[in-house]
């Protein structure tokens, strides 16, 4: 699900340019990142619309230090291949540059299938069905990878 969400996105599509293996390569990189470092970290939260997955956000909590485990490596390698060494200095930029002032929990993610976007499933995602959200328990941030969409005729995401 998260790969057909991103499939479009600009970020991801500098990162695994148009082609015939993008949507193999961004599930490959989604598997590696929740298995290796969302589940490891922090909450990973989900919204099923008709008993399948529509939406799933991926927050860290306060305090993760962002770093790649050793075992994600491959996962890695399979989904990036050369652009491997671009991603990572990417990466070198992109996570010293988040917010630091005060602990927070941090958005790391959150997709919703294209043909459920605009219907609140990441606000459902976002919030568990119990009610918890990380603001609740402390500041929570988000650096969106793209600006919001504008009013006139933005996609909605």
Not at 101 to 120: C, F, K, M, S, T
């Amino acid at each position: 699900m998260l790969a057909r969400a991103f499939y479009d996105d600009p970020v991801f599509g500098w990162f695994f340019p148009a082609g015939d293996s993008r949507h193999r390569r961004l599930r490959r990189f989604f598997v590696t990142e929740l298995r290796h470092e969302s589940l490891r970290h922090g909450a990973v939260e989900v919204a099923c619309v008709d008993g399948r997955v529509a939406g799933a956000a991926a927050w860290f909590p306060p305090g993760t230090s962002f770093g790649t485990e050793v075992s994600a490596l491959p996962g890695y390698l399979r989904a990036f291949g050369r652009r491997l060494v671009i991603v990572s200095q990417y990466q070198s930029v992109a996570i010293p540059a988040r917010p630091r002032e005060e602990p927070h929990w941090y958005l790391a993610v959150i997709g919703v299938d294209p043909v459920r976007q605009g219907y609140g499933v990441g606000r459902a995602a976002a919030t568990t069905p119990g009610g918890w959200a990380p603001a609740r328990t402390g500041p929570a941030r988000w650096s969106p990878a793209r600006p919001p969409p504008g009013p006139a005729g933005g996609r909605r995401w």
